[in-house]
């Protein structure tokens, strides 16, 4: 089971997101020195909604 489970916008790439939240995880010294317990996994989404139930948000929401 992962340790980070990043849900996203499919506007962000996860390429770049995942080693940020790897390295901010290796530097909380929370896990081994070498980082072999870290696990991080990223899922974006295309469709979703946030804030008022009459809105049903696509991409945009989060790229401002």
Known sequence: ???CVIEHSS???SN??????FNASLESAL???DGSDIKVR??????YQTGALANV?????FSR
């Open 57 to 61: 948000s696509k991409q945009d929401d």
């Open 1 to 3: 089971m992962p340790h």
């Open 42 to 47: 990223a899922v974006s989404f295309v469709y």
């Open 11 to 13: 506007t962000i790439d």
């Open 16 to 21: 770049t997101l995942m080693p940020l939240v």
């Open 31 to 33: 896990f081994d020195q």
